[in-house]
């Protein structure tokens, strides 16, 4: 599933009708990734520079070898967005979907962990990873009902 983002068109074009709020969509149109959208979230709400927000988040190496997962953790992943928590990639794409949207996208090195790597990721490696945005600033979309609730 992860394997077929390889060369795929980058769908962010499509995405340029959506109005935007935030420094960090602007700059995700330049950026060399893939980004597949697989569930529609709420279409409206979107995370800006700031913000809080919770994920649930996989990473794969380009093998299929998971090197992360929040689900693993039995926790969710939570950054504030545009502070340089999380590799460049994860934080643009976390600013241009929606609440509950899900997203696998295929991250260049020069957007993850570059030609340095870490201990789990050897250099220069491309990633996949599979986000979905669950909460900003404590709000959550229900999909079952396609609303935005406060927690």
Known sequence: MLRSLVGSEMCIRDRSSRVRGTDVYKRMEFVGYDLDRLEAGDGVTYARTGDRVEAELSVYLPDGTEVWSSSLLGRPFVVTLGTRQVIQSVD??????????????ISTPEFA???????TVPAGTDLMLDLRLTKINGLRFEPSTKSVYQL
């Open 92 to 105: 643009w794409a976390l600013g241009a979907i929606s609440l509950g949207e899900r997203v696998q996208m």
């Open 113 to 119: 962990y570059g030609m340095e790597g870490i201990s």
